[in-house]
């Protein structure tokens, strides 16, 4: 039993190794600017309203890459499990 075709094995490289990535890497940036926008120009976000909605967006994003992260590992872990199974 084959755990993935190789059309499968693509999709998966290229959503983990690619978008997933990109996403991590986009919202460490994200998160930096922000907290750079706030050290040197604090008066920046004259509305309180708009900094509370980014710093949301932020933490919406992390718990993002923590529920991401999660279940590839799982899926990592499965696939391995299966593959000495078969063995």
Known sequence: ???FSPRKWI???VLVGILYTFFLIWVLLG???YAEILAKTPNCF???Q???YIILWIVL???WVIVYTTLISISAILYFRTRSLEA
């Open 11 to 13: 999709y998966s490289m």
């Open 50 to 52: 708009h900094s509370w």
């Open 61 to 63: 994003c992390y718990i």
């Open 46 to 48: 004259k509305d309180p």
């Open 1 to 3: 039993m084959r755990l």
């Open 31 to 33: 998160t930096l600017w």
